[in-house]
């Protein structure tokens, strides 16, 4: 089967995250017990009582809770949703020279060349152990990498996590976290200030210490990123209940990216210093802050034997990456993780995404070749 074939089933299978992806696994099992390679499923339960399963395929050893392997090609199987007017979504589309399916870019057409590239191996002769990892609830948190990880499903030496980098070898990628943050005032007739508190005007004020926050991170950088430091971005705000009532609640929500080696808690520890700050100046000002996640960023050494292989024979340079991904996770599994894949990071999601036919295909020569180095 050609890995063009082998995307169009992929994409055909619905499985956008807010799905059990029983369905693509249970397809990516048969094609791995095809190719010869043992299967280990990890069932979990999601928040909406949906099945969600990660699949672990190994060749070259067997299954158990000690297992160890040389390589692993890490893709999630979910994708995030598609316009209902996107009606050939789930309907792999070639046209002037490129793939176009919900999937076929983030990240459907790494794991086809993964499963393409093996097929070209002679599995029988490994001298090191593979593994084929295949992860659920990338798209909202990382989730099913974050329970391999803490159940240390196996060890890994190396890893590429697919992810659309048009084919460059990104050897460090930025944290993702996340809080919910919210302001408590009390409501008044807003022709009548004094007996009231607003919540807005509160959030404001914390907000405008936030945005010096980040000001000041700008001065902790790595070169390497663009930018160079952490960012933070407040995404989402809502308060009040009428035009002509004082605030009594606002909520945002506060992301930050930090830089590999930086404390996700470091942003919480000034966010609750501002907060204290705001408690001196005002009695009344109340806060809570829930933060959902705090996901950190990963770093490989340009020296890694892993990075310079794949500079090698992928012809690029490498390089960092500032969206989260799964190789912080495979780096808490022992692995020398780089994140490589066909296709434009900037195209993934949007209504139209697509993969280029000819990245498709050099990305299965470049696993290939990674697997006979590393694993032959």
Request: aromatic content about 6%.
């Amino acid at each position: 089967m050609t890995v063009t074939e082998t995307l169009a089933q992929l994409v055909a299978i619905d499985s956008v995250s807010s799905h059990s992806n029983s369905e693509i696994v249970d397809y990516l099992a048969y094609r791995c017990e095809t190719l010869g390679l043992h299967i280990k499923r990890f069932p979990y339960t999601d928040e909406s009582g949906a099945q969600k399963i990660n699949l672990i395929a190994v060749a070259g050893t067997e299954l158990s809770d000690q297992m160890e392997v040389e390589l692993a090609l890490v893709g999630h199987t979910d994708t995030v949703p598609y316009d209902a007017g996107w009606t050939d979504a789930l309907k792999l589309n070639e046209w002037e020279g490129k793939l176009y399916g919900r999937g076929s870019c983030d990240t459907k057409a790494f794991i086809a060349a993964s499963l393409t590239a093996l097929d070209a191996v002679d599995l029988k002769t490994l001298a090191h152990p593979l593994a084929l990892i295949f992860t659920a609830d990338e798209e909202v948190g990382l989730v099913g990498a974050k329970r391999l990880a803490e159940a240390r499903a196996l060890h890994s030496r190396y890893a590429i996590v697919g992810e659309p980098t048009s084919l460059r070898p990104m050897r460090a990628g930025k944290g993702y976290c996340l809080a919910e943050v919210l302001v408590q005032g009390r409501e008044a007739h807003s022709a009548y200030p004094s007996i009231g508190s607003s919540a807005i005007f509160g959030a404001a004020r914390l907000i405008a210490r936030i945005e010096k926050i980040a000001g000041h991170l700008r001065s902790e950088q790595q070169a390497a990123f663009d930018p160079p430091y952490t960012t933070l971005n407040v995404g989402l705000i809502s308060g009040g209940t009428a035009k002509n009532v004082i605030a009594g609640a606002c909520r945002f929500t506060l992301e930050w990216r930090p830089i590999p080696g930086q404390d996700p808690q470091r942003v919480l520890d000034l966010l609750s210093s501002a907060i204290d700050e705001e408690k001196k100046l005002d009695p009344d000002f109340a806060c809570e802050v829930d933060a959902a996640r705090a996901d950190e960023g990963f770093e490989t050494s340009t020296d890694s034997t892993l990075v310079k292989l794949l500079e090698r024979i992928s012809g690029n340079d490498a390089g960092t990456v500032s969206f989260g991904t799964e190789a912080a996770q495979m780096a808490e599994l022992g692995a020398e993780a780089v994140v490589l894949g066909p296709g434009d990071i900037r195209v993934a999601h949007r209504t139209g995404e697509f993969v280029p036919v000819n990245e498709l295909k050099q990305c299965v020569g470049i696993l290939t070749k990674a697997i006979e180095k590393l694993c032959l």
